[in-house]
């Protein structure tokens, strides 16, 4: 197994010179080399990170993007709707037009929005020059609609994943898995929101006015070049591409108008590195209302949420007539040896009179505490270097199989001090523990992603339900990009009681993958 880290403690963040928007990103790292087990591990020191200007320091002059919804049709029963995943060019930044990736457009993607119950269809097809895969996370659906490594679309060839909304009302999200190659996807812009609704949400005194009082936010730091093109040098840091611009929706210095007195802002992290830990320049409590996989039984009233990379949060935030607030990340969590300052997100300005919305109810979703009593495995999961349990991703290897229709316990450690994070397909689990304590509000609702503290012991309740198949597998890995590519992530089948398994389409088969 992993030996203990010979691995110093990380550097004091060096004091940096205040960097203005507009300025080429020259990456600075400092390299430190680290034996790990074996391997190496480069990172860098904080002070090589690129960071965004300092928190009070943006002029934020743009209006806030909001992604269309996407249209759809109903045919035979079957919600449609239809993504094309298309190369384009962006008016980003003043630099000049950035080329970029998104779906039914040049960056991003439209919202999603179906219905529990729901039938649905995605006609995907591939506009890029390249091959991609589309996949929905946090989505509980069948391992052969899930969109990841083994899924491929090829350039000009389309993909039509079909499967029943079965899960709460939720905000998550779509963007490629393409073995290797995700960071370099989702950074060039291909990413969405897919919003969930059900009956139990619907009937809450809720924001929910698309674009009005209940809007996406979807947060990216990019750099880019002297031409406007985004700077995707991966230079020496150990945890990927981070960035020196904050974007929201594609949008640089980012306002919003609020016209409402409430307002629901659903935040996902969206960077392919970059830990959050969102909050108000004033400081002013929100309700935090949701996580990945949907509702928290009630509000919980707070000044912050953390959110590592592909993490979402739904907070309800109240304003005043007139009033403007920064929405603002302080450095992340010291625990997360994650790095950086606190630095602007986007403005909040509230309209000189504005529309009463209720009170956010004291009571939101039946989210029943984990119960682990009736789990059947139990699972440890080492996360170190760019290895998870010491291997490497191996497209043609299953690392464990699970019986459908059941739970089991999972211990997840970060072994590194430096930043991982934990994402496993098809489920929402529960935190049932972090070092034998019971879990943060934060981490106390559905899950499908969790920032790793080094060091510490987060058992999580993972439950397998309704879908089996021998062939075609879930990913678990790290979230922060780079490393998933790296290789941080494996791979399990869920199957019948006693089905073998039977994995198809190894590393290298790039035929005959569009047949379901
Ligand atoms: Cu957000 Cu395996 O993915
Ligand atoms: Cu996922
Ligand atoms: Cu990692």
Redesign the pocket.
């Known amino acids: 197994m992993t030996s203990a880290l010979p691995l110093p403690p990380p550097p004091p963040v060096a004091p940096r010179p205040r960097r203005r928007r507009g300025l080429v990103a020259v990456l600075i790292a400092v390299p430190l080399i680290a034996t790990v087990a074996g391997g190496a591990i480069w990172f860098a020191t904080n002070s090589g990170r690129p960071t965004p200007p300092a928190a009070g320091t943006v002029a934020f002059v743009e209006p806030l993007r909001v992604p269309e919804l996407a249209p759809s049709r109903v045919e035979d029963g079957v919600r449609v709707f239809e993504l094309e995943a298309q190369t384009g060019a962006s008016a980003l930044a003043p630099q000049g037009e950035t080329p970029t990736l998104g779906y039914n457009g040049a960056h991003l993607g439209p919202t999603l929005v179906a219905e529990r119950g729901e039938r649905v269809r995605v006609d995907v097809s591939n506009g890029l020059a390249d091959e991609t895969t589309v996949?929905?996370?946090?989505m509980h659906l069948p391992a052969a609609m899930d969109g990841g490594p083994h899924t491929t679309i090829a350039a000009g060839e389309s993909w039509q994943p079909e499967w029943t909304i079965d899960q709460p009302a939720a905000s998550l999200w779509y963007h490629p898995?393409l073995h290797g190659r995700t960071r370099e996807q989702v950074d060039a812009g291909l990413a969405g929101m897919f919003v969930v609704r059900d009956d139990e949400e619907s009937a809450l005194a809720l924001p929910r006015t698309y674009g009005v009082d209940d809007v996406p936010l979807i947060v990216q730091d990019r750099s880019f070049n002297v031409d406007g093109s985004f700077a995707g040098g991966l230079g020496l840091q150990f945890d990927g591409v981070l960035g020196d611009t904050i974007l929201v929706n594609g949008t640089i210095t980012p306002y919003f108008e609020a016209t409402t007195e409430r307002v629901r802002l659903r935040l996902l992290n969206g960077s392919s590195a970059r830990m959050y830990d969102f909050t108000f320049a004033d400081g002013r409590d929100f309700d935090l209302i949701a996580t990945d996989g949907g509702l928290l039984p009630s509000p919980v009233s707070s000044s912050s949420v953390p959110l590592s990379p592909?993490e979402r949060a739904e907070i309800v935030v109240a304003v005043t007539p007139g009033e403007s607030v920064v929405l603002r990340s302080e450095a992340p969590d010291p625990a997360l040896h994650a790095g950086g300052a606190a630095f602007d997100v986007m403005e909040l300005r509230a309209a000189a009179s504005l529309t009463p919305s209720p009170e956010v109810p004291d009571r939101l979703a039946d989210v029943p505490p984990p119960d682990a009593s009736g789990a059947v495995v139990e699972r440890t999961f080492v996360m170190s270097g760019h290895e998870i349990n010491d291997r490497e991703m191996a497209m043609d290897r299953v690392d464990f199989t699970a019986t459908v229709d059941t739970s089991e316990v999972w211990t997840v450690r970060n072994e590194n001090p430096l930043p991982h994070s934990f994402?496993?397909?098809d489920t929402q689990f529960r935190v049932l523990s972090v070092d034998g304590a019971a879990p943060p509000a934060h981490l106390a609702g559905f899950k499908?992603?969790i920032a790793l503290e080094w060091n510490r012991e987060y058992r999580l309740l993972v439950r397998f339900d309704d879908y089996a198949d021998p062939t075609t597998p879930y990913?678990y890995h790290c979230?922060l990009l780079w490393h998933e590519d790296q290789g941080m992530m494996g791979q399990f089948l869920v199957v019948e009681p006693g089905q073998a398994p039977d994995l198809k389409r190894p590393e290298g088969d790039t035929d005959d993958r569009h047949d379901h």
């Open positions: 996949h929905w996370h946090g898995h592909g994402h496993v397909h499908d992603t990913m979230h």
